[in-house]
């Protein structure tokens, strides 16, 4: 049975995201801080806003691990936040440094109404016009990594894909049947599967 | 696609009332084998495509307070849609209760009135999405109408104002509940939604009079962004898809 890590930024409850995962059939593991243990798959979940999550995953030794994670391609998920963080700042609290893996900023965005809440579909190669569930204030504009656009006031970047990496503006866990098939895809691809996606797409 | 149109849809939200773990106002589903257990009836209103789920009282008196608790994460365990929960929620401890057993987001009305600052506190302690201000109005002589406890005491507060409050300090959405509309199967208020949905930046979420496949298209069309019905869905009249087809044949763009 594949185990995946659920890193615990203790910014709010992971029940939802946790049982999706076991539903996959998935056993989960839930970490304050890295330990020794060999896991097929790693998520950073979507919950609280950018400066704590940041901190808790500085002050407990996370940045290091991922890296150390991605070079090994072992798939991670990052969710809303946790596709944040690895970029270099953000609109929601400005003193705070991402781990800045990728280029850019999330920022406010023009919405028409804040914050957006609801489900919305997908412009994307990958994922057609599949329908997925958002509640957020900040995001990303555009990436050279954007797998997944959508558009509320403005367009912008829903997901993103790098390596063994996929992120997601919006909450898979909380997307139906849709998002389930997707938390499986990018806890289960490899990276080489993965790359080739992207040369596929362009991006 | 056009760029410029926007990707979010028009949600349909079902309500389920609660008490004391199980669910009361009956519902008709002769596929279920316990129509009182709201664990299995959620997951049905799932599979007919609700978009979200509300479960009222389901906390309205502490003695009660564990079971509504393990109730709520049962409910997050199984759900693979959003939900909120709400009633009874008298204090920030209570709200954080039900968001750390697993809740999505918790309504608050009564209490949001009485002590609007705990609207702030949510919003500052989970984010705004946390946070749906139920208000349930009435319109009695040219005049709406604030009302607490249920719709039983009324309450001497400007609604308009009140609805202006709510989102300058922090609320998600407005679950906006029109009581003269409810029970009356006339239809959702669409003049009341539309002038809410467009001078509050905030979500709408319309409520009270829903009875056919109708109303749920002229109150998206009057700018409702989702729209909350219980009774037409428990009697087994309409299933959520049912609805959802309909508005596709009438030209909006749903989840299904």
Not at chain 1, 14 to 29: M, V, Y
Not at chain 2, 71 to 78: E, G, K, P, Y
Not at chain 2, 218 to 232: P, Q, R, S
Request: with cysteine; hydrophobic share 40%.
């Amino acid at each position: 049975m594949k185990r995946i890590l659920i890193i615990d930024t203790q910014a709010g409850n992971l029940f939802s995201l946790n049982a999706a995962i076991g539903r996959l059939g998935f056993e989960t593991c839930i970490l304050q801080q890295p330990n020794d243990e060999k896991f097929d798959g790693i998520v950073i979940p979507g919950q609280g806003r950018f400066g704590t999550v940041m901190s808790s995953i500085k002050s407990r030794g996370w940045p290091d691990y991922l890296k150390a994670a991605f070079e090994q391609s072992i798939p991670m998920l990052g969710i809303c936040v946790g596709m944040q963080v690895f970029f270099e700042a953000s609109d929601e609290d400005p003193d705070a440094t991402g781990l800045s893996w990728f280029k850019g900023k999330v920022e406010a965005l023009d919405f028409p109404k804040k914050p957006m809440v609801g489900w919305a579909s997908l412009i994307s190669k990958v994922w057609n016009e599949s329908i997925v569930y958002f509640v957020n204030s900040y995001a990303i504009r555009e990436s050279e990594l954007s797998i997944a656009q959508t558009v509320y006031g403005e367009k912008f970047c829903a997901a993103i894909q790098s390596g063994s990496l996929t992120g997601v503006q919006f909450h898979p866990e909380k997307s139906g049947e849709v998002g389930s098939q997707m938390i499986k895809a990018a806890l289960t691809e490899t990276a080489s599967t993965k790359i080739a996606l992207t040369k596929i797409i362009g991006k | 696609m056009n760029n410029t149109k926007n990707c979010l849809l028009p949600r349909i939200v079902v309500c389920l009332d609660v008490d004391n773990g199980r669910v009361v106002k009956g519902t008709n589903f002769k596929q279920l084998r316990d129509m009182g257990d709201p664990v299995e009836l959620a997951m049905a209103y799932e599979q007919q495509g609700a978009d979200e789920l509300v479960f009222l009282d389901i906390s309205a008196s502490n003695e009660k307070r564990p079971t509504a608790l393990k109730l709520v994460t049962d409910i997050a365990n199984h759900l693979s849609i959003p939900f909120t929960v709400g009633g009874g929620l008298k204090k920030l401890d209570d709200v954080k209760a039900f968001l750390d057993a697993g809740a999505d987001k918790v309504a608050l009305n009564t209490t949001a009135v009485l002590q609007p600052e705990i609207i702030d506190q949510t919003a500052k302690a989970y984010g705004s999405q946390c946070v749906v201000v139920a208000i349930d109005v009435n319109e009695e002589k040219d005049a709406h109408r604030l009302y607490i406890n249920g719709g039983r005491k009324l309450i001497d507060r400007d609604f308009f104002s009140w609805t202006d409050e709510v989102a300058s300090r922090g609320a998600g959405e407005i679950l906006l509940t029109a009581m003269h509309k409810d029970g009356t199967g006339s239809g959702f208020d669409t003049a009341l939604t539309k002038r809410i949905s467009e001078s509050v930046p905030v979500q709408v979420i319309a409520s009270g009079g829903a009875k056919n496949e109708q109303h749920y298209l002229d109150a998206f069309n009057n700018g409702a962004d989702a729209c909350l019905a219980a009774g037409m869905f428990h009697s087994g009249d309409y299933t959520v898809g049912q609805v959802k087809q309909y508005l596709i044949d009438n030209g909006l763009s749903v989840r299904i």
